[in-house]
């Protein structure tokens, strides 16, 4: 074909090219063969040379055969085209220009050219979608092999780095385009096939998944500068927001792409357009449709949110169209709209300089924030507290709105999404850390100064009140002012007449209107309106002719008429004494005075005003940070709450919190702080360490110019953390500062400021004295030998032999000399040196036993602590310690005995001598803790070196056997490769301590054997010994004694668990409690027929009893050592206790007793009845909230389904309507699923009479509501069965059912849902006393129901729960009659016997 008689067409698919579509137009005459497309590309080169880019009007049948059979040919071939036809393009780019400046261009060199170009460009542009066609597959298998050298495999396809050549590629097509090569066309209009040939590429080269790499970025920067060509050259914005919308609805890579070529098309080409058009296309996709497509409203949400990050000003005028996107149900849009309207807030709408209408758009856009702080999504309301966290960090949040939104974040603090509470104290910690107000924010601190200037401020309104004249205001502003009160007032005289209110401010008759118009003055000035207006009625009508009543507008309306008349009078003359008599003003000159005097007096009022204006703005800055403080105060006590959540990041968040708080002086952090200690012990490592995180920014890093400085500051803030400390808090701050000790990071200077405050080389008080030994000790737990080479210096310091005795730093310096030696470690059997011990002669021991001796004879209550440090220090570092403690013992019981001794002597000879009750309390007390120390020596230290000493024999005498002796198999060698040789050694080593403690301890002529008598008198007699400090130390040594022998235990069992029943002191009901949970832990056995005794307490009236008995029952139950039966019921009502602190520690406990394999599944029946028997039961309401907590315990499925069916059963043989109501309440809390359902439509016939019960049939229609939620569409037919047979009962009762699956067709339903004969479903039920739920027995019945047989062959499976199995016995662990406590206990006798005396 002729070049002047042919046209090439664009087609929309390569065959096109080859069959004739129209008149002239081009056809590929020719495909040729693979073997002859190099010769011919040769041939086209060399036409190249020769003529031009026009040789390709000759040789484009030779480019499409390439590109017909690109997959096949060789990769050399592949880059001789590439790289030859973008020669040939950029030589066209560069010929055009001339081409295009010609004026004499001729029709047919302007259609070749014309041809040329759309040729070699469909060619180039065909060529690179081929080679990226090639390439995204090669980089997806690439992706499935791994490894290293995709790169060389990628090289290796394509014979070069395709990634590489695409940027030159779109470089130049950009700058062909930038040519005015509309001309080449008819008429100068280009045609849109060439342009979407051109920026068709570019879109499918953004498809390309890894176009996102940072490697590709020099690619989407040309794509974006080719697009920005088309849109401003050749109209394509339509087509590109038309194709931007569809790529993010099917491309989640391409937002941020997308969003950076958008704002660069809106800046630096000005095509701002395209941001309007694309967000309208975005505002008109309907709500409905994009909650459907997830996707879609996902890569829509990801551009418009960082669109507004990079180009707000422009995004803000089209956000009208997005506002519906806020009431649709996709919760990711409105995120974006509303993270859209924070930046624009953020980089637009901030600052103090806004206009008018830029604040009222600010102040819209923040309004729609807060509200959507109530949104009913937890994403949304968490990326609210988010932007608002933002917003306050960059300070452009209005001052005015900071108390609105610290209110929203505290009132989100209470949220149910963990998400939210975790945004909210962020949020609050951005409102701390940036607030205007004040470094230091203590709501105590604020109160005073703001009384203060508040007083002040009213103080400076009465004075100028006072002493400024009316004439200084000015009379424009008082009027204004008084306008709104004046025309209400003339309003009602207007519409209700008053009869008679003129009569006393009528017009005299001598009066001038200037007297009168003075006198409405007068009464307007003191806020006499009603006055003021009816006298101005009289003026009206007596000088209609005079000024100023005579300008009267009839046209104006009667209120408008009065009000311009009051207007113009009392904004008239406003100095009338002056200008109405001159000479007198003039008069009161003294001589030598003028009117000049007038300037300072004027300069004087402005003054006082400024004054008053500032002092308003300070009282109001008061207000404000008083406000804050107390809404932080408010926080902290909710966020105090969280500090021991599940989530790790949520602990986290308020541990930062707190620090936070603490740092900026709120009092009541110091709460918070305290309250994080115990979570140094927490498993989850990212706590831990967020605790030692926040106690290093707290207080190991303190202020001060000097290492010694900072070192009295660190012990000082420390200090405050030991003061009324519990010992819990105690053994946490140690952790923490072991900790730092260790890693070093406290400095010298600590341990010296230390060492001189406990010397007293440095001043300080005995309290800063006693922590300075506290934290001696902690750090010795780190490096003992912080005390270890000191211990001379500690005894010199607690123990010396000073009057009175200081026996609270005595303990401290025995805590810290405990810690030189591993007290918390049982002794290793692999240790090969013997433990470090001190001899029985040391001087500690000494001072010790003459402190604990001289002691015992005094009433000090701090000796009986001290006293107990002691001996357990004896215990731990001497050698021989029971020989000291013998040696303590027996001196103070001579010491006791020489008292009573003396007081026998000086009373009368017919009285019985008394001895002091504290000295027999401190005798009992001392007794008991040496009973008990001397049990963990023997187990623990005796024990331990048996098995040190036995390891180390056992070595010798395998060093001392021969290598003959190897080949010989004997018993021994047997049982040692079995690994029994050890244990039997261990078992003899136990049975020996065992014995000790069995035979020896308690009997005989043995220390300890002496003072069980007392102990048992004292505690047999409550009422001879009623002391409660007595008691409760007698209480407290009976149980350390019962802790060393089994058979004393037994022997004593029936008192300790008499005077845990009727102690009349809490604090020995308590102590008892703790004493046989330690029992029940030693002796399992002799216990467990007293464990409903220890469930008992849990009802205890006293809140510290029923505290410590759910910390017992809680460590017993969890540890395996108690049964767990029906009684745990009695845990399940502490869930409501009135104490929050009792609650948590119940919900702890089932928290923790979930972990355990269907541990509350198997007890919830036997909770159930319990709790809604009749008698003993709990009440509705808090049944309610016991269940509901309960059985968000039940997750599974099966768990689910077996529970139903269980329930359901229950109904046949509960009693009461309370009874339904409660199983109805059951059933309708559990999880239900489509099987479990199923199980409640075969049990139907169970509950359906007790439908008639709204309530009951409330509960079951709730059960419908949960599960349409979530259901399928195959099992909406079962919910909606399920939901008709529920109202057909209701209304109608059970024989309603019937007809209704008589209509639906019988062979529809299971055999198990059908109808029960009426007999059989009327029948009275038998029930026992024990159990007001026990499963009834199958009930047999002569009555046949018409489908007998096909009923019989499913046998109805029995239901049987742990209550129903145990008989009355075990289901409670009373006592036999021999077992249990007779009537007259000691206890009673003693008081009897007391009162007969």
């Given at each position: 074909?002729?070049p002047?008689v042919?046209?090439f067409h664009?087609?929309?698919?390569?065959?096109?090219?080859?069959?004739s579509?129209?008149?002239?137009q081009?056809?590929?005459?020719?495909?040729?063969?693979i073997?002859?497309?190099?010769?011919h590309?040769k041939?086209?080169?060399?036409?190249?040379?020769a003529?031009?880019?026009?040789?390709?009007?000759?040789?484009f049948?030779t480019i499409?055969?390439i590109?017909?059979h690109?997959?096949?040919i060789?990769?050399?071939?592949?880059?001789d085209?590439?790289?030859?036809?973008?020669k040939v393009?950029s030589?066209?780019?560069?010929?055009?220009?001339?081409?295009?400046?010609?004026a004499?261009?001729?029709?047919s060199?302007r259609s070749?050219h014309?041809?040329?170009?759309?040729?070699?460009c469909?060619?180039l542009?065909?060529?690179l979608e081929?080679?990226?066609?090639?390439?995204?597959q090669?980089?997806?298998m690439?992706?499935?092999?791994?490894?290293?050298?995709?790169k060389?495999?990628?090289?290796?396809?394509?014979?070069?780095d395709?990634?590489?050549?695409?940027q030159?590629?779109?470089?130049?097509?950009?700058?062909?385009?930038?040519l005015d090569i509309?001309?080449?066309?008819?008429?100068s209009?280009?045609?849109?096939?060439f342009?979407?040939?051109v920026?068709?590429c570019?879109?499918?080269?953004?498809?390309?998944?890894?176009?996102?790499?940072q490697?590709n970025?020099?690619?989407r920067e040309?794509?974006?500068?080719?697009?920005?060509?088309?849109?401003?050259?050749y109209?394509?914005?339509?087509?590109?927001t038309?194709?931007i919308i569809?790529?993010?609805?099917h491309f989640?890579?391409?937002?941020?792409?997308?969003?950076?070529a958008?704002?660069?098309?809106?800046?630096?080409?000005?095509?701002?357009s395209?941001v309007?058009?694309?967000?309208r296309?975005?505002?008109?996709?309907c709500?409905q449709?994009?909650?459907?497509?997830?996707t879609g409203?996902?890569?829509?949400?990801?551009?418009?949110?960082?669109?507004?990050?990079?180009?707000p000003?422009i995004?803000?005028s089209?956000?009208?169209?997005?506002?519906d996107h806020?009431?649709?149900?996709?919760?990711?849009m409105?995120?974006?709209v509303?993270a859209?309207?924070?930046?624009?807030?953020?980089q637009?709408?901030?600052g103090?300089?806004?206009?008018?209408?830029?604040?009222?758009?600010r102040d819209?856009?923040?309004?729609?924030?807060?509200a959507?702080?109530?949104?009913?999504?937890?994403f949304?309301?968490?990326r609210?507290?988010?932007l608002?966290?933002?917003?306050?960090q960059?300070?452009a949040?209005p001052?005015?709105?900071?108390?609105?939104?610290v209110?929203?974040?505290?009132?989100?603090?209470?949220d149910?999404?963990?998400?939210v509470?975790?945004s909210?104290?962020?949020?609050?910690?951005?409102?701390?850390?940036?607030?205007?107000?004040s470094?230091?924010?203590?709501?105590?601190?604020?109160?005073?100064p703001?009384?203060k200037e508040?007083?002040?401020?009213?103080?400076m309104r009465?004075?100028?009140?006072?002493?400024?004249?009316s004439?200084?205001?000015d009379?424009?502003?008082?009027?204004?002012?008084?306008?709104?009160?004046?025309k209400?007032?003339?309003?009602?005289?207007?519409?209700?007449?008053?009869?008679?209110?003129?009569?006393?401010?009528?017009?005299?008759?001598?009066?001038t209107?200037?007297?009168?118009?003075?006198?409405?003055r007068?009464?307007l000035?003191?806020?006499?309106?009603?006055?003021?207006?009816?006298l101005?009625?009289?003026?009206?009508?007596?000088?209609r002719?005079?000024?100023?009543?005579c300008?009267?507008?009839?046209?104006?309306?009667?209120e408008?008429?009065?009000?311009?008349?009051?207007?113009?009078?009392?904004?008239?003359?406003?100095?009338?004494?002056q200008e109405e008599n001159?000479?007198?003003?003039?008069g009161n000159?003294?001589?030598?005075?003028?009117?000049?005097?007038?300037k300072?007096?004027?300069s004087?009022?402005?003054?006082?005003s400024?004054?008053l204006v500032?002092?308003?703005?300070?009282v109001?800055?008061?207000?404000?940070?008083?406000?804050?403080?107390?809404?932080?105060?408010k926080?902290?006590g909710?966020?105090?709450k969280?500090?021991?959540?599940?989530?790790?990041?949520?602990?986290q968040?308020?541990?930062?919190?707190f620090v936070?708080v603490?740092?900026?002086?709120?009092?009541?952090?110091l709460?918070?702080?305290?309250?994080?200690?115990?979570?140094i012990?927490?498993k989850?490592?990212g706590?831990r360490?967020?605790?030692?995180?926040?106690?290093r920014?707290?207080?190991?890093?303190?202020?001060?110019d000097?290492?010694?400085?900072k070192a009295?500051?660190?012990?000082?803030?420390?200090s405050?953390?030991?003061v009324?400390?519990?010992?819990?808090?105690?053994q946490?701050?140690e952790?923490i500062?072991?900790?730092f000790?260790?890693?070093?990071?406290?400095?010298?200077?600590?341990?010296?400021?230390?060492?001189?405050?406990?010397?007293?080389?440095?001043?300080?008080?005995?309290?800063e004295?006693c922590?300075s030994?506290m934290?001696l000790?902690?750090?010795?737990r780190?490096?003992?030998?912080?005390v270890?080479s000191?211990?001379d210096?500690?005894?010199?310091i607690?123990?010396?032999e000073?009057l009175p005795p200081?026996y609270?730093?005595?303990?401290q310096?025995?805590?810290?000399i405990a810690?030189?030696s591993?007290?918390r470690?049982?002794?290793?059997?692999?240790?090969?040196?013997?433990?470090?011990r001190?001899?029985q002669e040391?001087?500690?021991?000494?001072?010790?036993?003459?402190?604990?001796t001289?002691g015992?004879?005094h009433p000090?209550?701090?000796?009986?602590?001290?006293?107990?440090?002691?001996?357990?220090?004896?215990?731990?570092l001497?050698?021989?310690?029971?020989?000291?403690c013998?040696?303590?013992l027996?001196?103070c019981a001579k010491?006791?005995?020489?008292?009573?001794?003396?007081s026998?002597?000086?009373?009368?000879?017919?009285?019985?001598?008394v001895?002091p009750?504290?000295?027999?309390?401190?005798?009992?007390s001392?007794a008991?803790?040496v009973?008990?120390q001397?049990?963990?020596?023997?187990?623990?230290a005796?024990?331990?070196e048996?098995?040190?000493?036995?390891?180390?024999?056992?070595?010798q005498?395998h060093?001392?056997?021969?290598p003959?002796?190897?080949?010989?198999?004997s018993?021994?060698?047997?049982?040692e490769e079995m690994?029994?040789?050890?244990?039997?050694?261990?078992?003899?080593?136990a049975?020996l301590?065992r014995?000790i403690?069995e035979l020896?301890?308690?009997?005989g002529?043995?220390t300890?054997?002496?003072?069980?008598?007392?102990?048992?008198?004292v505690?047999?007699n409550?009422?001879?010994?009623?002391n409660?400090?007595?008691?409760?130390?007698?209480?407290?040594?009976?149980?350390?004694?019962?802790?060393?022998?089994?058979?004393?235990c037994?022997s004593q069992?029936r008192?300790?668990?008499t005077?845990?029943?009727?102690?009349?002191?809490?604090?020995?009901?308590?102590n008892?409690?703790?004493?046989?949970g330690d029992?029940a832990?030693?002796?399992p056995?002799?216990?467990?027929?007293?464990?409903?005794?220890?469930?008992?307490?849990?009802r205890?009236p006293?809140?510290?009893?029923?505290?410590?008995?759910?910390l017992?029952?809680?460590?017993?139950?969890?540890?395996?050592?108690?049964?767990v039966?029906?009684?745990?019921?009695?845990?399940?009502?502490?869930?409501?206790?009135?104490?929050?602190q009792?609650?948590?520690?119940?919900?702890?406990?089932?928290?923790?007793?979930?972990?355990?394999a269907?541990?509350i599944?198997?007890?919830?029946?036997?909770?159930?009845?319990?709790l809604?028997?009749?008698e003993?039961?709990?009440?509705?309401e808090?049944?309610?909230?016991?269940?509901?907590?309960l059985?968000?315990?039940i997750?599974?499925?099966k768990q689910?389904?077996?529970?139903?069916e269980?329930l359901?059963?229950?109904f046949?043989?509960?009693q009461?309507?309370?009874q339904?109501?409660d199983?109805?309440?059951?059933?309708?809390q559990?999880?239900?699923t489509?099987?479990?359902?199923r199980?409640?439509?075969d049990?139907?016939?169970c509950?359906?009479?007790k439908?008639?019960?709204?309530?009951i049939?409330?509960a079951f229609?709730?059960?419908?509501?949960?599960l349409?939620?979530?259901?399928?569409?195959?099992?909406?037919?079962?919910i909606?069965?399920?939901?008709?047979?529920?109202r057909?009962?209701h209304?109608?009762?059970?024989?309603?059912?019937?007809?209704?699956?008589?209509?639906?067709?019988?062979?529809?339903?299971a055999?198990?849902?059908?109808?029960?004969?009426?007999?059989?479903?009327h029948?009275?039920?038998a029930s026992?006393?024990?159990?007001n739920?026990?499963?009834?027995?199958?009930r047999?019945?002569?009555?046949?129901?018409?489908?007998t047989?096909?009923?019989?062959?499913r046998?109805?499976?029995?239901?049987v729960?742990s209550?129903?199995?145990?008989?009355?016995?075990e289901?409670?662990?009373?006592?036999t009659e021999?077992?249990?406590?007779?009537?007259?206990?000691?206890?009673r006798?003693?008081?009897?016997h007391?009162?007969?005396s």
């Amino acid at each position: 074909m002729s070049p002047q008689v042919w046209e090439f067409h664009l087609p929309l698919s390569p065959e096109e090219l080859l069959k004739s579509g129209g008149v002239n137009q081009y056809v590929v005459q020719e495909v040729l063969s693979i073997r002859h497309l190099p010769s011919h590309l040769k041939a086209f080169q060399t036409a190249f040379r020769a003529q031009g880019p026009l040789a390709v009007l000759e040789h484009f049948d030779t480019i499409y055969s390439i590109l017909h059979h690109f997959r096949s040919i060789d990769p050399g071939l592949k880059e001789d085209t590439l790289e030859f036809l973008i020669k040939v393009v950029s030589r066209h780019s560069q010929e055009l220009p001339a081409v295009l400046d010609d004026a004499a261009l001729s029709v047919s060199d302007r259609s070749a050219h014309l041809n040329a170009l759309k040729m070699n460009c469909y060619a180039l542009i065909r060529l690179l979608e081929s080679f990226e066609t090639m390439s995204s597959q090669t980089g997806l298998m690439n992706l499935e092999l791994g490894g290293k050298g995709r790169k060389s495999r990628a090289k290796a396809t394509h014979g070069f780095d395709w990634e590489e050549e695409r940027q030159p590629i779109l470089q130049l097509l950009t700058q062909l385009l930038q040519l005015d090569i509309r001309h080449l066309w008819n008429h100068s209009i280009i045609e849109e096939e060439f342009v979407s040939l051109v920026t068709g590429c570019c879109y499918r080269l953004l498809e390309n998944p890894t176009i996102s790499h940072q490697k590709n970025r020099p690619t989407r920067e040309a794509v974006t500068h080719l697009l920005g060509v088309a849109l401003t050259r050749y109209n394509h914005m339509l087509s590109a927001t038309v194709k931007i919308i569809q790529m993010l609805q099917h491309f989640e890579h391409l937002a941020s792409i997308l969003v950076a070529a958008v704002s660069l098309w809106a800046t630096d080409y000005g095509m701002k357009s395209i941001v309007g058009e694309i967000v309208r296309e975005i505002g008109q996709k309907c709500p409905q449709e994009l909650s459907r497509d997830p996707t879609g409203a996902k890569g829509f949400a990801a551009f418009l949110t960082e669109l507004a990050e990079r180009i707000p000003a422009i995004l803000m005028s089209s956000m009208c169209i997005l506002l519906d996107h806020l009431d649709g149900e996709n919760y990711v849009m409105r995120n974006a709209v509303l993270a859209a309207m924070a930046e624009m807030v953020l980089q637009v709408l901030s600052g103090d300089q806004l206009e008018v209408a830029s604040r009222d758009t600010r102040d819209q856009f923040l309004d729609t924030l807060q509200a959507h702080c109530h949104d009913v999504n937890s994403f949304v309301r968490s990326r609210v507290l988010q932007l608002f966290t933002r917003i306050v960090q960059q300070k452009a949040l209005p001052l005015t709105r900071f108390q609105a939104v610290v209110a929203l974040a505290v009132g989100r603090l209470a949220d149910k999404s963990v998400l939210v509470c975790k945004s909210a104290i962020q949020l609050l910690a951005s409102f701390l850390a940036n607030n205007p107000f004040s470094c230091k924010l203590s709501d105590t601190d604020l109160a005073g100064p703001l009384q203060k200037e508040t007083q002040k401020l009213q103080e400076m309104r009465a004075q100028r009140r006072a002493t400024a004249p009316s004439a200084e205001l000015d009379p424009a502003e008082e009027w204004e002012a008084m306008l709104p009160e004046l025309k209400a007032t003339l309003q009602q005289l207007l519409t209700l007449p008053q009869e008679g209110e003129g009569m006393s401010e009528g017009v005299a008759e001598t009066e001038t209107p200037e007297e009168v118009e003075g006198r409405i003055r007068q009464l307007l000035a003191k806020a006499s309106y009603k006055q003021a207006i009816i006298l101005t009625q009289e003026a009206i009508g007596h000088f209609r002719e005079s000024e100023p009543f005579c300008h009267v507008d009839p046209e104006d309306s009667e209120e408008t008429r009065f009000l311009s008349l009051l207007g113009a009078i009392f904004k008239g003359p406003a100095a009338p004494t002056q200008e109405e008599n001159p000479q007198a003003a003039a008069g009161n000159l003294g001589p030598g005075e003028t009117g000049c005097k007038d300037k300072p007096s004027g300069s004087e009022p402005e003054e006082r005003s400024d004054e008053l204006v500032k002092q308003e703005l300070l009282v109001q800055y008061l207000q404000d940070a008083h406000s804050f403080s107390l809404q932080i105060t408010k926080a902290i006590g909710i966020i105090s709450k969280m500090m021991y959540e599940h989530t790790t990041t949520v602990v986290q968040e308020v541990i930062e919190f707190f620090v936070m708080v603490f740092q900026f002086g709120v009092p009541q952090a110091l709460f918070g702080v305290r309250r994080m200690l115990p979570l140094i012990w927490s498993k989850e490592p990212g706590v831990r360490d967020a605790v030692l995180n926040a106690y290093r920014q707290l207080y190991l890093k303190p202020k001060g110019d000097s290492a010694r400085a900072k070192a009295q500051t660190l012990i000082h803030s420390v200090s405050l953390l030991l003061v009324d400390a519990s010992v819990g808090t105690i053994q946490c701050l140690e952790e923490i500062i072991c900790e730092f000790v260790q890693k070093d990071e406290l400095s010298p200077a600590v341990t010296q400021v230390l060492w001189e405050q406990a010397t007293e080389k440095a001043p300080c008080s005995p309290l800063e004295r006693c922590c300075s030994v506290m934290l001696l000790g902690m750090m010795a737990r780190g490096k003992p030998e912080i005390v270890g080479s000191n211990l001379d210096t500690l005894v010199n310091i607690g123990l010396d032999e000073k009057l009175p005795p200081d026996y609270r730093l005595a303990q401290q310096v025995c805590h810290a000399i405990a810690n030189i030696s591993e007290r918390r470690k049982q002794p290793s059997v692999g240790e090969r040196h013997p433990p470090f011990r001190l001899p029985q002669e040391h001087r500690l021991f000494e001072r010790l036993r003459e402190m604990v001796t001289k002691g015992s004879i005094h009433p000090d209550p701090l000796w009986v602590p001290f006293k107990e440090a002691a001996v357990g220090l004896i215990y731990q570092l001497a050698e021989g310690p029971e020989v000291i403690c013998a040696r303590i013992l027996q001196d103070c019981a001579k010491q006791a005995l020489e008292k009573l001794e003396k007081s026998d002597h000086q009373e009368a000879p017919q009285e019985t001598p008394v001895l002091p009750t504290f000295l027999l309390m401190n005798l009992l007390s001392l007794a008991g803790d040496v009973a008990l120390q001397q049990l963990v020596h023997l187990e623990q230290a005796v024990s331990g070196e048996l098995c040190r000493r036995r390891v180390l024999r056992e070595e010798q005498e395998h060093k001392r056997k021969e290598p003959k002796e190897k080949n010989s198999k004997s018993e021994s060698t047997l049982e040692e490769e079995m690994g029994l040789g050890g244990a039997t050694a261990d078992d003899t080593e136990a049975e020996l301590i065992r014995g000790i403690c069995e035979l020896e301890l308690l009997e005989g002529k043995q220390t300890l054997a002496a003072f069980v008598p007392l102990l048992l008198k004292v505690c047999n007699n409550p009422g001879l010994y009623s002391n409660p400090e007595l008691s409760t130390a007698a209480s407290l040594a009976l149980g350390k004694f019962c802790m060393i022998s089994a058979t004393f235990c037994d022997s004593q069992l029936r008192l300790l668990f008499t005077m845990l029943e009727k102690s009349s002191l809490p604090i020995v009901r308590s102590n008892l409690m703790i004493a046989t949970g330690d029992l029940a832990i030693r002796f399992p056995n002799l216990v467990d027929p007293w464990t409903p005794h220890l469930y008992a307490r849990l009802r205890d009236p006293s809140q510290h009893v029923r505290k410590t008995a759910a910390l017992v029952m809680t460590h017993l139950i969890l540890k395996d050592m108690v049964k767990v039966k029906g009684q745990v019921s009695e845990m399940a009502v502490l869930l409501i206790d009135p104490a929050p602190q009792i609650a948590a520690l119940a919900k702890n406990f089932f928290n923790e007793l979930s972990n355990k394999a269907n541990a509350i599944y198997n007890l919830l029946p036997d909770i159930i009845s319990r709790l809604s028997a009749p008698e003993g039961g709990v009440e509705e309401e808090p049944f309610h909230t016991i269940m509901k907590q309960l059985l968000s315990y039940i997750t599974k499925d099966k768990q689910t389904e077996s529970l139903v069916e269980k329930l359901c059963q229950r109904f046949r043989t509960a009693q009461t309507e309370r009874q339904y109501r409660d199983l109805a309440y059951c059933v309708s809390q559990l999880p239900l699923t489509e099987r479990g359902l199923r199980k409640m439509l075969d049990n139907f016939d169970c509950f359906g009479d007790k439908l008639s019960d709204e309530s009951i049939f409330s509960a079951f229609l709730s059960i419908v509501g949960k599960l349409r939620r979530g259901a399928k569409p195959e099992g909406k037919a079962v919910i909606d069965e399920f939901e008709q047979k529920l109202r057909a009962c209701h209304t109608r009762g059970l024989d309603a059912v019937e007809e209704l699956e008589v209509g639906q067709g019988s062979s529809q339903r299971a055999p198990s849902a059908r109808k029960q004969p009426a007999a059989t479903r009327h029948r009275p039920v038998a029930s026992t006393a024990s159990d007001n739920f026990v499963t009834p027995k199958p009930r047999r019945t002569t009555y046949q129901h018409p489908n007998t047989q096909q009923r019989a062959s499913r046998k109805k499976l029995r239901i049987v729960f742990s209550s129903d199995e145990s008989s009355d016995e075990e289901l409670s662990a009373e006592m036999t009659e021999d077992e249990t406590p007779k009537k007259t206990t000691p206890i009673r006798r003693a008081s009897a016997h007391r009162h007969r005396s």
